[in-house]
């Protein structure tokens, strides 16, 4: 047993040692297909050192679903996708138990959905009913479906890479609030510069197709991941980011704020933002960059604001500017 953990040890230190060239492999094989958007790379790559799930939001055609599996593919991890549609039922993602014929006896058999993976894109998640999305909640929070009265637990890591179109567009129901609080993050992506489409437009005519190897392993994935919460943050920053948190509910623009779940994935966020940068401890600035894609889904702004033009990303940038 003590050598076992010995080894253990050895390798989570020997994983420290290499993190940098780690996340630099990762950049640079995630690079080989997609253009630009090196941001909203890191906010994915955040989210899954913090163990938590993510919510993408853009006009169609800017890449959300290509990013996500080419992730899965540079870190080795099982993938599945479902398309969200109306008429998608719960158990098109939770799976089924079926009646079947075995032995000249009729059995039960559970028929596990796409949700059995490390990574599900669920895509333009928003166009799912509200039933169907809710049939997630158990997944997300608790690495567990229950069908027909039988619990079955998720490998992990586990991760659901959302994506969505905004909420304005026809056809899309808005996510529950309760369902919004368990994405970790909610990235925004925006249109490429000119340059960048250029070079997107030239990979993506061109004889050949972008390809990937693989950067890392499913068992450094998780050695990441703690590390992640193992990088120290003062306890004044502590208190600061708690602080923020807890203006969000007495804000004259919002009529909704931020529940004690946004605190801890602020700092975990936080973390990881350390981690990545190959600083040893988590800065204001981490906390002050990470507070936009962790707080722009868990607050609700009043009407009055909305009326005025405002938007998620204007009052979390009031709010921060007095950290």
Known sequence: MDSYYSTDYERMQQTYRNSSVIFTTLFEEIG?????QEEVVEQILIAMLCNGHALLESNPGLGKTLTISTVAKVIDLKF??????????????????????????????????PVFTNIL??????????????????????????????????????FVLATQNPIEQEGTYP?????????????????????????????????EKPQTSRGITKT???????????????????????????????HQDIEYGASPRASIALILAGKAKALMRGVNYVSIDDIKSM???????RIMLSFESERNGLKPDDVIKMLVADM
């Open 175 to 207: 996510l529950p609030e309760a369902q919004l609080d368990r994405f970790i993050l909610k990235i925004l992506l925006d249109y490429p510069d000119m340059n960048e489409e250029i070079e997107i437009v030239k990979r993506y005519t061109g004889q």
């Open 32 to 36: 080989k297909v997609i253009v630009g």
């Open 220 to 250: 450094t994935l998780q050695d990441l991941q703690k590390l992640t919460r193992d990088v120290p943050i003062s306890d004044e920053l502590i208190s600061k980011t708690i602080n923020l948190i807890t203006r969000t509910r007495n």
């Open 291 to 297: 507070a936009f894609p962790v707080l722009r889904h």
């Open 80 to 113: 599945s996708r479902v398309q969200c549609t109306p008429d998608l039922m719960p158990s098109d993602i939770t799976g089924t138990t079926i009646l079947e014929e075995k032995n000249g006896r009729k059995e039960f058999r559970f028929e596990p959905g």
């Open 121 to 158: 894109l669920a895509d333009e998640i928003n166009r799912a009913s509200p039933k169907t999305q809710s049939a997630l909640l158990e997944a997300m929070q608790e690495k567990q479906v229950t069908v027909s009265g039988n619990t079955y637990k998720i490998d992990e890591p586990f």
